[in-house]
Each structure stands twice: as structure tokens, then as C-alpha cells.
């Protein structure tokens, strides 16, 4: 079974220029998360799908933010623009389940995001 | 609200000695509680999760983990450390209600020495 695929693996860009992360959760998978992981720190929740609905983007930044997933499946995060504080990783994951506190979630390699 | 406190950013073992790192946790409900693990450019992986069932959890590779509610405690164990352990670790708390939503600690880095 193939895990969570995210592209691209690396990313440099200079500021204030638009940026744009693609994640394939795992086949079935109805739930879909995006965190951002700063360096040295652990991942934090920037928004969760459930099908094609967001139903939590209270921690995404919606000035520079955005998120989509049309068709319940693949997502794009995108920021437009980039800023230099937005070097970090940023992680996908998927579960099966809507919710459920046992609940795993799956994550992808993440995408390394360099503001230069 | 839920949080969770890694004791320990460092951690340094020997090869084939114990394994130890720390993780406290806050919940006004009983939480489940997940251990993660991050190797270098690879994505997290579940190690064991406890979910009010046993309160000794065992995991892959090893590991295992023991929920202590009086001591708000989840801390991750091993008997005898590998050098393909060498990896970051992560404690992580889930809300009981609403979302379900993943609390990560900051992280362990654990280093295994030859």
C-alpha cells in the first residue's frame, strides 16, 4: 500500500514569491491534515479535512494561506507570498476515520520550504 | 485543554543500554496518548498509542510505554538501544472530544553512541 506522497520533497524560493505544496493521501483515507513543523519543534495542525470540507482552519494564517481539496482526495497548500518566517516543513497526513481519540494518523516525508 | 511536556530535549545512549525518554502529559478527560517517531527525511511513523485499554503498551521495534495516571506520565522505553534507533521522537496527546485534534510535544532527539 502506498503512504502519503507529498511533492515537492524541497523548495526554495525568494520572498514574497507564491509557493504551492501537493499531497496524495493514502487510497480511502477521507481525512486530511496539513501541519507546519518549525525546526526543532514539533508539527502543528494548520487546517484537517474531512472529505472536501475544512473543519478546522482556525490555525491557518488566511492572509497569505489558502488550502483546497476539490475532490475529497489530493490536496494543494499554497502561500502567496512567501515570507522569510515560513522556512519550515510542512507535513500531510491522513486517517480512515472522520474522528475518534485512538485514531492514527499517517504522514507523509513532508516538504522542506526555504525562504531566501 | 491538552498539552504535553517532553522532559528531554537530548537524549545520548550506549548501544545495547536502556532507553528512557520522558513524556508528561494535561487532560481534564482521559487522553490518548500516541509516540511517534521521525528519522531524517522521512515522515512520522507510529510507534504505540495507548487508548484507556491496557496501561502497558507495547509498539514496534522494541519499544513500549506505560500510561501512569497519577503521575500524568507516558514515558517511552526499550530495553536494549540499536543504532537505527537514533532517530527524533515525539509524544503526542489527543483531545477526547470535538475534533480528536493531535497535541505533538516538542521533541526528543535521541543519539545512540558505538
Known amino acids: 500500500e502506498a503512504g502519503v506522497v507529498q511533492s515537492p520533497r524541497y523548495k526554495i524560493i525568494e520572498k514574497k514569491q507564491p509557493v504551492a505544496f501537493w499531497c496524495n493521501p493514502i487510497s480511502g483515507h477521507n481525512t486530511l491534515y496539513w501541519y507546519l513543523q518549525n525546526l526543532g519543534q514539533g508539527p502543528e495542525l494548520l487546517i484537517r479535512y474531512e472529505n472536501e470540507e475544512a473543519v478546522d482552519d482556525s490555525q491557518l494564517p488566511k492572509d497569505r494561506f489558502s488550502a483546497e481539496r476539490l475532490k475529497g482526495v489530493d490536496s494543494t497548500l499554497k502561500i502567496q507570498p512567501a515570507e522569510l518566517g515560513d522556512s519550515a516543513v510542512y507535513l500531510c497526513?491522513?486517517?480512515?476515520?472522520?474522528?475518534?481519540?485512538?485514531?492514527?494518523?499517517?504522514f507523509g516525508p513532508g516538504t522542506r520550504l526555504t525562504v531566501l | 485543554a491538552q498539552s504535553v511536556t517532553q522532559l528531554d530535549s537530548h537524549v545520548s545512549v550506549s548501544e545495547g543500554t536502556p532507553v528512557l525518554l520522558r513524556c508528561n502529559y494535561s487532560s481534564s478527560y482521559s487522553p490518548s496518548l500516541f509516540w511517534y517517531v521521525q528519522h531524517p527525511n522521512k515522515g512520522l511513523q507510529l510507534l504505540l498509542k495507548y487508548t484507556s485499554a491496557a496501561t502497558l503498551v507495547k509498539g514496534i521495534n522494541g519499544f513500549e510505554a506505560e500510561f501512569k495516571k497519577s503521575e500524568t506520565s507516558f514515558h517511552l522505553t526499550k530495553p536494549s538501544a540499536h543504532m537505527s534507533d537514533a532517530a527524533e521522537y515525539f509524544c503526542v496527546v489527543s483531545s477526547t472530544s470535538g475534533t480528536y485534534k493531535y497535541i505533538f510535544g516538542t521533541g526528543t532527539r535521541l543519539k545512540v553512541l558505538a
Open positions: 497526513a491522513s486517517s480512515s476515520l472522520a474522528g475518534g481519540p485512538g485514531n492514527e494518523q499517517f
